[in-house]
């Protein structure tokens, strides 16, 4: 199955569109879309305008491709899953969104290779096309390693971190401070 989705609050007609003349053009029977608050009528793809979460995670462990808009949810869940994700990110000058934050999102997951980015109507026919057959790629963890949780209970517990206090300390002297608000040198150059 291939799942689409654009979330919850601005609808995406331009992905969906693509996507349904894509089905069409295809005969690719099993897509299925979230399409939040949209007026487009699809012809060749099942439509939801809002489903669950547990449907959401439901549909996307069953994909064998996920496509969506460059939210944060949507790449994390694929990647989670170990799903492929083709990334159309909203375009601020085609009214889609309020800014451009989706393309840089798009460019750095694509950088990573993580996931594959389609700017129109064209690419995201071709990158479907290259990715017929089975897509996993590996998961990412859904929990921090140990030494990440050492370095902030590090810094929960002292304000500080190994990386801030040399980094401070050599590089400018000038910003090198006790460790925080706690520390009676701190609050006295308040």
């Not at 894509?22 to 939801?48: L, M, R």
């Not at 492929?84 to 840089?104: A, C, F, K, T, W």
């Not at 700017?119 to 990158?127: A, I, M």
Request: aromatic fraction near 6%; proline fraction near 5%; avoid cysteine.
């Amino acid at each position: 199955m291939i799942f689409a989705t654009v979330g919850t609050q601005i609808h995406f007609d331009r992905l969906i569109a693509a996507l349904d003349d894509w089905a069409g053009t295809t005969n690719e029977t099993d897509v299925f879309a979230q399409v939040g608050p949209s007026a487009y009528v699809a012809k060749h793809i099942q439509t939801e305008r809002f489903i669950t979460p547990q449907e959401f995670r439901e549909r996307a462990l069953k994909a064998r491709v996920i496509i969506g808009h460059a939210g944060m949810g949507s790449i994390l869940t694929a990647l989670e899953f170990g799903k492929r994700m083709i990334v159309m990110p909203r375009r601020s000058d085609l009214g889609e969104h309020r800014n451009d934050h989706q393309l840089g999102t798009a460019q750095y997951f694509s950088g990573q290779g993580r996931i594959l980015v389609a700017e129109d109507r064209q690419q995201l026919f071709d990158k479907l096309s290259q990715l017929a057959g089975p897509n996993n790629v590996d998961p990412i963890s859904t929990s921090a390693s140990p030494a990440l949780i050492a370095t902030l209970r590090r810094f929960i517990d002292t304000g500080t971190s190994p990386v801030t206090r040399t980094t401070r300390t050599i590089a400018d002297p000038l910003h090198a401070r006790p460790a925080g608000p706690t520390d009676s040198r701190w609050r006295a150059q308040i």
